[in-house]
């Protein structure tokens, strides 16, 4: 069983991007992982933006990345990039913290002209990061993303099997990964 960090760029308690996020959550933990779930929006905004390392929420949001063996990270996109929340995150974490682990990145959107978001705005700053391996991302637009009254998610069918071919490649990463060299991770 790998862990999967599942990390939520979005600045929303009812964001698309943190709904997909549980949806693929789902579909990790029937592969046999463990998902855990870091909403960067419950970390304190202080300690986010006047960088206090060492502030508890932050050092457990080191620890969740030590601890992953695969890690997604999905934000909605702001102008043409990712959320400045998601960004505040990153510059705190040592530029080693995705080593040895294979990232999936994720972006929504209200539209296809952001779709470039992922390969030119996020990936670059995640494989400065020193990921083992960033796999093809995906872009859903926020119209084929439902949402129920409980929080779960209806993926429209135009997005559904691209998301899910993303996502299951992903999964196939971090076993291959996991099978060829075992890390001891620390309990999540």
């Known amino acids: 069983m790998a862990t999967i960090l599942s990390v939520s760029g ?10 997909l996020l549980r949806h693929l959550a ?3 933990a029937a592969r046999g992982h463990l998902a855990v779930p870091l909403d960067v929006r419950t970390l304190p905004a202080r300690a986010l933006l006047g960088a206090d390392f ?14 992953a063996d695969g890690v997604v990270v999905a934000t909605p996109v702001y102008k043409a990039a990712y959320s400045g929340l998601l960004k505040s995150l990153l510059d705190l974490l040592p530029q080693d913290a995705l080593a040895g682990r294979t990232v999936l990145p994720l972006a929504t959107g209200g539209s296809t002209a952001h779709t470039l978001a992922v390969d030119y705005a996020l990936r670059p700053v995640l494989s400065s990061m020193s ?4 796999v093809r991302g995906a872009f859903v637009l926020d119209r084929h993303i439902g949402m129920r009254d409980d929080g779960s998610v209806v993926l429209d069918e135009a997005a ?7 996502a299951d490649a992903f999964a196939a990463a971090v076993e291959r990964a996991a099978a060829a060299a075992p890390r001891v991770s620390s309990a999540v």
């Open 10 to 19: 979005s600045p929303s308690a009812t964001s698309r991007t943190a709904g």
């Open 54 to 67: 060492g502030h508890p929420g932050i050092v457990r949001a080191r620890e969740l990345f030590e601890a």
């Open 160 to 166: 559904r099997a691209g998301l899910y071919d993303v």
């Open 131 to 134: 990921a083992e391996h960033v």
């Open 26 to 28: 789902a579909r990790f």
